[in-house]
Protein backbone atom coordinates (compact mmCIF):
# COMPACT_ATOMS: atom_id res chain seq x y z
CA UNK A 1 0.00 0.00 0.00
CA UNK A 2 3.10 2.56 1.25
CA UNK A 3 5.02 1.40 -1.95
CA UNK A 4 2.06 1.88 -4.53
CA UNK A 5 1.04 5.44 -3.55
CA UNK A 6 4.85 6.34 -3.26
CA UNK A 7 5.06 5.08 -6.96
CA UNK A 8 1.72 7.03 -7.57
CA UNK A 9 2.70 10.41 -5.80
CA UNK A 10 6.15 10.49 -7.69
CA UNK A 11 4.25 9.51 -11.11
CA UNK A 12 2.23 12.61 -10.73
CA UNK A 13 5.69 14.74 -9.42
CA UNK A 14 7.14 14.21 -12.88
CA UNK A 15 4.28 14.55 -14.94
CA UNK A 16 3.42 18.00 -12.70
CA UNK A 17 7.21 18.63 -13.78
CA UNK A 18 7.01 18.18 -17.35
CA UNK A 19 3.79 20.01 -17.46
CA UNK A 20 5.43 23.10 -15.71
CA UNK A 21 8.06 22.92 -18.06
CA UNK A 22 6.03 23.06 -21.27
CA UNK A 23 3.76 25.98 -19.60
CA UNK A 24 7.24 27.95 -18.61
CA UNK A 25 10.00 26.46 -20.84
CA UNK A 26 12.39 29.45 -19.77
CA UNK A 27 12.39 29.08 -15.85
CA UNK A 28 15.20 27.28 -13.97
CA UNK A 29 14.41 23.38 -13.95
CA UNK A 30 15.69 23.03 -10.91
CA UNK A 31 13.71 25.68 -9.16
CA UNK A 32 11.07 23.64 -10.82
CA UNK A 33 12.36 20.42 -9.79
CA UNK A 34 12.76 21.25 -6.36
CA UNK A 35 9.10 22.94 -5.94
CA UNK A 36 7.10 20.43 -7.48
CA UNK A 37 8.99 17.47 -5.66
CA UNK A 38 8.94 19.60 -2.33
CA UNK A 39 4.77 19.88 -2.74
CA UNK A 40 4.49 15.95 -3.60
CA UNK A 41 6.69 15.12 -0.79
CA UNK A 42 5.06 16.77 1.46
CA UNK A 43 1.81 15.44 0.20
CA UNK A 44 3.43 12.23 0.69
CA UNK A 45 4.30 13.03 4.21
CA UNK A 46 0.11 13.96 4.79
CA UNK A 47 -1.37 10.46 3.29
CA UNK A 48 1.27 8.00 4.92
CA UNK A 49 1.26 9.86 8.41
CA UNK A 50 -2.55 9.84 8.09
CA UNK A 51 -2.37 5.90 6.96
CA UNK A 52 0.24 4.55 8.92
CA UNK A 53 1.49 7.18 11.87
CA UNK A 54 5.16 7.74 11.68
CA UNK A 55 5.97 3.78 11.19
CA UNK A 56 8.79 2.64 9.38
CA UNK A 57 6.76 2.22 6.24
CA UNK A 58 6.28 6.01 6.38
CA UNK A 59 9.97 6.93 7.17
CA UNK A 60 10.35 4.20 3.88
CA UNK A 61 8.22 5.84 1.15
CA UNK A 62 9.70 9.47 2.33
CA UNK A 63 13.35 8.32 1.71
CA UNK A 64 12.58 5.93 -1.63
CA UNK A 65 10.81 9.36 -2.87
CA UNK A 66 13.42 11.30 -2.03
CA UNK A 67 15.81 9.29 -3.39
CA UNK A 68 13.55 8.78 -6.56
CA UNK A 69 13.37 12.39 -7.11
CA UNK A 70 17.29 13.23 -6.95
CA UNK A 71 17.78 10.69 -9.25
CA UNK A 72 15.83 12.01 -11.58
CA UNK A 73 16.95 15.75 -11.09
CA UNK A 74 20.54 14.41 -11.53
CA UNK A 75 19.32 12.14 -15.02
CA UNK A 76 17.70 15.35 -16.35
CA UNK A 77 20.66 17.74 -15.60
CA UNK A 78 23.08 14.89 -17.18
CA UNK A 79 20.21 15.28 -20.59
CA UNK A 80 20.52 18.79 -20.59
CA UNK A 81 23.93 19.97 -20.26
CA UNK A 82 26.08 16.42 -21.22
CA UNK A 83 28.38 16.61 -24.13
CA UNK A 84 28.54 13.16 -24.32
CA UNK A 85 24.51 13.06 -24.56
CA UNK A 86 24.22 16.01 -27.37
CA UNK A 87 27.25 13.77 -29.55
CA UNK A 88 24.70 10.52 -28.72
CA UNK A 89 21.52 12.34 -29.86
CA UNK A 90 22.93 13.91 -33.04
CA UNK A 91 24.21 10.31 -34.49
CA UNK A 92 20.16 8.94 -34.08
CA UNK A 93 20.52 10.88 -37.47
CA UNK A 94 22.41 8.57 -38.77
CA UNK A 95 26.33 7.79 -39.00
CA UNK A 96 28.44 10.53 -39.33
CA UNK A 97 32.00 11.81 -40.27
CA UNK A 98 33.90 13.45 -37.39
CA UNK A 99 34.40 16.08 -39.65
CA UNK A 100 30.36 16.67 -39.68
CA UNK A 101 29.52 15.69 -36.28
CA UNK A 102 32.33 18.49 -35.75
CA UNK A 103 30.24 21.12 -37.53
CA UNK A 104 26.93 20.01 -36.45
CA UNK A 105 28.26 20.45 -32.89
CA UNK A 106 30.08 23.00 -33.19
CA UNK A 107 32.37 24.67 -30.10
CA UNK A 108 31.05 27.64 -30.69
CA UNK A 109 27.68 26.60 -30.17
CA UNK A 110 28.29 24.82 -26.76
CA UNK A 111 29.87 28.47 -26.17
CA UNK A 112 26.98 30.21 -26.81
CA UNK A 113 24.64 28.04 -25.48
CA UNK A 114 26.14 28.17 -21.98
CA UNK A 115 26.81 31.94 -22.05
CA UNK A 116 23.04 32.14 -22.86
CA UNK A 117 22.25 29.31 -19.74
CA UNK A 118 24.25 31.30 -17.75
CA UNK A 119 22.69 34.59 -17.82
CA UNK A 120 19.38 33.35 -18.04
CA UNK A 121 19.80 31.42 -14.79
CA UNK A 122 21.54 34.80 -12.75
CA UNK A 123 25.23 33.68 -13.04
CA UNK A 124 26.30 36.05 -15.62
CA UNK A 125 25.68 39.82 -16.22
CA UNK A 126 26.93 40.76 -20.07
CA UNK A 127 29.11 44.51 -18.78
CA UNK A 128 30.57 46.58 -21.89
CA UNK A 129 32.55 44.32 -24.16
CA UNK A 130 32.75 41.41 -21.76
CA UNK A 131 30.98 39.96 -18.86
CA UNK A 132 30.68 40.03 -15.07
CA UNK A 133 30.01 37.68 -12.81
CA UNK A 134 26.86 37.93 -10.02
CA UNK A 135 26.73 37.12 -6.00
CA UNK A 136 25.76 33.62 -7.01
CA UNK A 137 28.76 32.56 -9.77
CA UNK A 138 30.92 34.23 -6.78
CA UNK A 139 29.49 31.77 -4.03
CA UNK A 140 29.84 29.16 -6.85
CA UNK A 141 32.74 29.49 -8.32
CA UNK A 142 33.80 29.55 -4.25
CA UNK A 143 32.32 26.34 -3.56
CA UNK A 144 33.88 24.55 -6.36
CA UNK A 145 37.34 25.87 -5.22
CA UNK A 146 36.40 24.31 -1.99
CA UNK A 147 35.02 20.81 -3.15
CA UNK A 148 37.72 20.67 -5.71
CA UNK A 149 40.23 20.48 -3.21
CA UNK A 150 38.87 18.81 -1.38
CA UNK A 151 38.43 16.15 -3.51
CA UNK A 152 41.88 16.53 -4.80
CA UNK A 153 40.77 17.11 -8.16
CA UNK A 154 43.38 18.43 -10.31
CA UNK A 155 43.47 22.13 -10.04
CA UNK A 156 42.77 24.49 -12.66
CA UNK A 157 43.75 27.55 -13.78
CA UNK A 158 43.54 30.42 -11.17
CA UNK A 159 40.19 32.39 -10.91
CA UNK A 160 40.09 35.75 -9.39
CA UNK A 161 38.08 34.00 -6.52
CA UNK A 162 40.31 31.61 -6.24
CA UNK A 163 43.02 34.45 -5.53
CA UNK A 164 40.70 36.52 -3.89
CA UNK A 165 40.29 34.18 -1.30
CA UNK A 166 44.09 33.23 -1.68
CA UNK A 167 44.75 36.70 -0.58
CA UNK A 168 42.77 36.76 2.13
CA UNK A 169 43.73 33.57 4.26
CA UNK A 170 47.23 34.93 3.96
CA UNK B 1 13.83 1.34 12.64
CA UNK B 2 17.05 -0.44 13.72
CA UNK B 3 18.52 -0.69 9.71
CA UNK B 4 17.69 2.96 9.21
CA UNK B 5 19.53 3.61 12.15
CA UNK B 6 22.55 1.05 10.93
CA UNK B 7 22.74 2.67 7.80
CA UNK B 8 23.28 6.51 8.89
CA UNK B 9 26.23 5.30 10.99
CA UNK B 10 27.34 2.89 8.42
CA UNK B 11 27.64 6.25 5.53
CA UNK B 12 28.94 8.08 8.02
CA UNK B 13 31.97 5.91 8.32
CA UNK B 14 32.26 5.31 4.79
CA UNK B 15 32.32 8.87 4.44
CA UNK B 16 34.93 9.17 7.23
CA UNK B 17 36.97 6.35 5.33
CA UNK B 18 37.41 9.11 2.40
CA UNK B 19 37.80 11.63 3.92
CA UNK B 20 40.44 10.75 6.26
CA UNK B 21 42.21 8.24 4.64
CA UNK B 22 40.99 6.93 0.78
CA UNK B 23 41.28 10.75 -0.70
CA UNK B 24 44.40 11.29 -0.16
CA UNK B 25 45.29 8.37 -2.96
CA UNK B 26 45.99 9.15 -6.23
CA UNK B 27 43.78 6.34 -7.77
CA UNK B 28 41.18 7.92 -5.54
CA UNK B 29 41.06 10.75 -8.04
CA UNK B 30 39.59 8.20 -10.86
CA UNK B 31 36.07 8.17 -11.82
CA UNK B 32 35.49 4.82 -12.31
CA UNK B 33 37.02 4.11 -9.05
CA UNK B 34 35.46 6.55 -7.13
CA UNK B 35 32.29 5.15 -8.85
CA UNK B 36 33.14 1.63 -7.69
CA UNK B 37 33.54 2.85 -4.69
CA UNK B 38 29.97 3.94 -3.95
CA UNK B 39 28.68 1.52 -5.89
CA UNK B 40 29.88 -1.79 -4.48
CA UNK B 41 29.01 -0.08 -1.06
CA UNK B 42 25.37 0.02 -2.21
CA UNK B 43 24.98 -3.21 -3.35
CA UNK B 44 27.27 -5.14 -0.44
CA UNK B 45 24.99 -3.13 2.34
CA UNK B 46 21.91 -3.92 0.30
CA UNK B 47 23.31 -7.45 0.63
CA UNK B 48 24.65 -7.93 4.02
CA UNK B 49 21.13 -6.33 5.99
CA UNK B 50 19.26 -8.92 5.21
CA UNK B 51 21.93 -11.52 5.85
CA UNK B 52 23.08 -10.11 9.46
CA UNK B 53 19.44 -10.13 10.03
CA UNK B 54 19.33 -13.97 9.51
CA UNK B 55 22.26 -15.06 10.94
CA UNK B 56 20.92 -12.95 14.21
CA UNK B 57 23.86 -9.97 13.98
CA UNK B 58 21.00 -7.96 13.95
CA UNK B 59 17.12 -7.67 14.82
CA UNK B 60 15.24 -8.95 10.72
CA UNK B 61 13.20 -6.49 9.83
CA UNK B 62 11.41 -6.60 6.80
CA UNK B 63 10.83 -5.21 3.25
CA UNK B 64 9.99 -1.07 3.85
CA UNK B 65 12.89 -1.02 6.36
CA UNK B 66 15.38 -2.45 3.70
CA UNK B 67 14.05 -0.31 0.76
CA UNK B 68 14.69 2.54 3.46
CA UNK B 69 18.05 1.25 4.06
CA UNK B 70 19.00 1.21 0.74
CA UNK B 71 17.46 4.24 -0.38
CA UNK B 72 19.08 6.29 2.51
CA UNK B 73 22.54 4.93 1.23
CA UNK B 74 21.61 5.37 -2.70
CA UNK B 75 21.01 9.62 -1.37
CA UNK B 76 24.61 9.47 0.53
CA UNK B 77 26.25 8.17 -2.99
CA UNK B 78 24.40 10.05 -5.00
CA UNK B 79 24.78 13.61 -3.58
CA UNK B 80 28.69 12.12 -2.98
CA UNK B 81 28.93 11.49 -6.69
CA UNK B 82 26.87 14.37 -8.29
CA UNK B 83 29.57 16.94 -5.64
CA UNK B 84 32.40 14.95 -7.04
CA UNK B 85 31.67 15.48 -10.24
CA UNK B 86 30.76 19.26 -9.97
CA UNK B 87 34.04 19.60 -8.53
CA UNK B 88 36.06 18.16 -11.48
CA UNK B 89 34.46 21.25 -13.48
CA UNK B 90 32.27 21.30 -15.88
CA UNK B 91 32.18 23.59 -18.90
CA UNK B 92 29.99 26.40 -17.23
CA UNK B 93 32.35 26.17 -14.19
CA UNK B 94 35.12 26.74 -16.65
CA UNK B 95 33.48 29.58 -18.19
CA UNK B 96 32.83 31.53 -15.14
CA UNK B 97 36.71 30.89 -14.22
CA UNK B 98 38.07 31.92 -17.26
CA UNK B 99 35.27 35.55 -16.80
CA UNK B 100 36.34 35.81 -13.06
CA UNK B 101 40.66 35.36 -14.58
CA UNK B 102 40.05 37.90 -16.80
CA UNK B 103 38.75 40.45 -14.89
CA UNK B 104 34.77 42.19 -14.23
CA UNK B 105 33.50 43.73 -18.35
CA UNK B 106 37.18 42.79 -19.62
CA UNK B 107 36.16 41.40 -23.04
CA UNK B 108 36.93 37.42 -22.79
CA UNK B 109 38.91 35.51 -25.42
CA UNK B 110 36.23 33.57 -27.52
CA UNK B 111 39.11 31.41 -28.98
CA UNK B 112 40.19 30.35 -25.12
CA UNK B 113 36.22 29.65 -24.18
CA UNK B 114 35.94 27.38 -27.38
CA UNK B 115 39.04 25.46 -26.49
CA UNK B 116 37.70 24.84 -23.14
CA UNK B 117 34.25 22.89 -25.35
CA UNK B 118 36.85 21.26 -27.91
CA UNK B 119 38.88 19.70 -25.59
CA UNK B 120 35.70 18.58 -23.57
CA UNK B 121 34.10 17.39 -26.56
CA UNK B 122 36.91 15.44 -27.71
CA UNK B 123 37.65 13.94 -24.19
CA UNK B 124 34.09 13.01 -24.42
CA UNK B 125 33.77 11.67 -27.35
CA UNK B 126 36.56 8.96 -26.41
CA UNK B 127 34.96 8.84 -23.42
CA UNK B 128 31.38 7.13 -25.66
CA UNK B 129 33.38 5.09 -27.85
CA UNK B 130 35.23 3.83 -24.14
CA UNK B 131 31.77 3.22 -23.25
CA UNK B 132 31.12 1.28 -26.24
CA UNK B 133 27.82 3.54 -27.29
CA UNK B 134 29.70 5.11 -30.46
CA UNK B 135 32.32 2.86 -32.59
CA UNK B 136 34.04 4.30 -35.97
CA UNK B 137 33.55 2.44 -39.28
CA UNK B 138 34.80 3.53 -42.78
CA UNK B 139 35.36 7.04 -41.72
CA UNK B 140 31.93 7.67 -39.95
CA UNK B 141 30.92 7.03 -36.31
CA UNK B 142 28.14 5.42 -35.47
CA UNK B 143 25.41 4.12 -33.04
CA UNK B 144 26.45 0.47 -31.72
CA UNK B 145 23.16 -1.41 -30.39
CA UNK B 146 23.19 -0.10 -27.02
CA UNK B 147 24.28 3.24 -28.17
CA UNK B 148 21.04 3.78 -29.83
CA UNK B 149 19.00 2.15 -27.03
CA UNK B 150 20.69 4.88 -24.71
CA UNK B 151 20.59 7.89 -27.67
CA UNK B 152 16.50 6.45 -27.71
CA UNK B 153 16.17 6.54 -23.61
CA UNK B 154 17.80 9.94 -23.62
CA UNK B 155 15.82 12.02 -26.30
CA UNK B 156 12.45 10.51 -25.08
CA UNK B 157 13.42 12.07 -21.07
CA UNK B 158 14.45 15.38 -22.92
CA UNK B 159 10.98 15.34 -24.97
CA UNK B 160 8.83 14.38 -22.00
CA UNK B 161 10.34 17.46 -20.15
CA UNK B 162 10.57 19.50 -23.52
CA UNK B 163 14.62 20.09 -23.26
CA UNK B 164 15.28 22.30 -26.59
CA UNK B 165 18.91 21.32 -26.80
CA UNK B 166 21.15 18.90 -25.19
CA UNK B 167 24.53 19.44 -24.54
Known amino acids: MWLGITVVIFVLALASTAAVGRLR ?48 IFLFAFVTTSVSVGLLVRLRAGPRSE ?38 SRVVLRAFNTLSSFFRHTPSAPTGVARHARTHAS | MAWVALTLVYVLLHFLCYALVLRHQPRFTRERVIFAYHASSELGWALVLP ?16 IAAV ?22 IGILAQIDAVGHGQAVERADLELIGSDKKDARLRGVQALGLIRSRDGYLEHTHR ?7 LASIAGVFAVRESG
Open chain 2, 147 to 153: GAWAASV
Open chain 1, 99 to 136: VDLAKAYTTDFMVETRLERLIRDGFLVPVGSGYGLTRK
Open chain 2, 71 to 92: ALHGIYSLTFLTLWSLASGGYS
Open chain 1, 25 to 72: PSGNFLVRFVTCGGLAWATLIGIEVAIGGMSVETVAALVLFAFAWELS
Open chain 2, 51 to 66: IGGILGVWTNEGLAAW
